[in-house]
């Protein structure tokens, strides 16, 4: 089981750099699942890891000049805010038992997981679909709309403040969309995003929780490796392909997680 949890690490990396999002819906589930690691604690653990790999390759796109550093600024100042304020004061003052009725008490890992699986749906269909949006968004500079994209930083600082994940599969298609990058450049400018809210965010977990860094470091430095793996398979494989039945993959899990935490005791 702890070879397949170190080759599931590697995943995380791979997936990020062969197809610029989606690895890290995968790091919570490899973290609670195959590291037997506590639920909230994992999502902990998930803004260091996914952060560090997402920063390694931020700054190999920012070398080939494919990352926008003024639209991640922009988009980072709501987002990055509220990830941290969230993993400082908000996930600390939720309670280990939330209520009980009679025989059953719900639990804050339980929810963890539940909502996660949701989230893990939501990326598994914008990745089925994301073939769509890559041949059909024509890349034209559009004039920022600076209210919008603050509420939508807030949007994915929310969802990576609460749940540990980069928000990759929502970032890209607003890139795209909503500001007129180029899918290349999206992809590299959502990979520093994410590396911002997510290392930023976990540096409020610092003093909440007791962190093994050997063994987040390890995973870590497995999952980099992985990211370059991604790189150069992202040059001989059909990405869009690869991106659908990932998602596929995705959706299964995160059906599995919602029966198994809901409907197996």
Known sequence: ???LAYFASALIGISLGLIGGGGSILTVPVLVYLFAIDPVLSTSYSLFIVGSTSLVGAINNYHKGLVSIKTALLFGLSSITTVF?????VIPAIPEKL??????????????MVLFAFLMIAAAVAMIKNGKIEKEATPVIKKLNIIKLLALGVAIGIATGMLGAGGG???????VLLIGLPMKEAVGTSLLIIALNSLIGFTGDIGHFTIDWK?????????????????LLNKKINGNKLKKGFGW????????IIVKEVFIK
């Not at 304020?85 to 004061?89: D, P, Q």
């Not at 209520?99 to 963890?112: E, R, Y």
């Not at 063994?215 to 790189?231: D, R």
């Not at 993959?249 to 599995?256: A, E, N, Q, S």
């Open 85 to 89: 304020l969230i993993r400082k004061f």
């Open 1 to 3: 089981m702890e070879i």
């Open 169 to 175: 599969f929502l970032l890209i298609p607003t890139l």
């Open 99 to 112: 209520f009980s009725i009679s025989d059953f008490t719900l639990k804050k890992g339980i929810v963890t």
């Open 249 to 256: 993959f995705v959706l299964i899990m995160g059906t599995y």
């Open 215 to 231: 063994f987040l470091l390890i995973v870590t430095a497995i999952a980099i490796v992985g990211i370059f793996i991604g790189g």
